[in-house]
């Protein structure tokens, strides 16, 4: 019999990859719709990605263990300095620009799918308020792909297929991949590890996603924000 808390990995997992693939498709077919939409992506996604660590994956992580806190500031410690790397690494030539953003994406890609796994391990409450910001913000990251690989070059064909294989596919093979081995961690590791996790969904919202909030012309940005914020925390009192 498949475990419950399986299914759910596998389902967010899978909708990620087919959000991400959406947003692919969006900006192939029809760029000024998806560069315009994509913002009110990003803000919602922004809205939930913050709201979960705060209101409860954090505080949960710490009720596993009383070290999460240290772990959660090594998650966004981490994801200051990979991406500060990343950075230095990126050159003004396109090809280099290229692999370098795209090395990137595959890294963060292969990261949310790991996020799936201990969140919804710590509970099935935690993984889907993390698992709807993420899922949420896939159909800009399709997007942001597609458009890095033609910065770098790429044909636009081949950077559709190149961009689904990238940032699409690696989420849920980062989630199959991880499941087997944090299935097998208790109480206290799973703390830890949802402390890390915790730490860098706070960076990818604060450093990522509410920047476009904050720098966004589009009328509707901030509320689209709110909404996403609004969301968590009915989830969070409703106990869904």
Not at 66 to 71: C, D, E, I, P, T
Not at 73 to 100: D, Q, Y
Not at 121 to 143: K, T, Y
Not at 222 to 233: D, E, K, N, T
């Amino acid at each position: 019999m498949v475990n419950n808390t399986f299914i759910w990995i596998a389902g967010f997992a899978i909708s990620a990859a087919l959000v991400n693939g959406l947003g692919i498709l969006a900006i192939f077919r029809s760029k000024e719709w998806a560069k315009r939409t994509k913002t009110y992506f990003i803000c919602f996604a922004a809205g939930m990605l913050i709201s979960t660590p705060l209101m409860l994956a954090l505080p949960d992580a710490l009720e596993k263990s009383r070290n999460a806190g240290f772990l959660a500031l090594a998650g966004f410690l981490f994801m200051v300095f990979s991406n500060k790397v990343i950075r230095s690494r990126t050159k003004e030539e396109p090809l280099a620009f290229g692999v370098t953003a795209v090395e990137g994406i595959a890294i963060h890609s292969l990261v949310d799918g790991v996020i799936y796994v201990v969140t919804f391990e710590a509970s099935i409450l935690i993984g889907i308020m993390a698992g709807i910001g993420l899922v949420i913000h896939e159909f800009a990251e399709g997007i942001i792909t597609y458009t890095t690989l033609l910065k770098g070059n790429v044909r636009e064909k081949s950077a559709m297929v190149y961009a689904f294989l990238i940032a699409a596919l690696t989420t849920p093979i980062g989630a199959f991949v991880a499941y087997p081995f944090v299935d097998k961690f208790g109480d206290p590791s799973i703390g830890l590890m949802l402390g890390f996790v915790s730490g860098v969904l706070i960076y990818v919202s604060a450093s990522h996603l509410l920047p476009e909030v904050r720098d966004s012309d589009k009328k509707h940005s901030l509320v689209a924000f709110l909404i996403g914020v609004g969301l968590a925390g009915f989830i969070v009192l409703t106990k869904l």
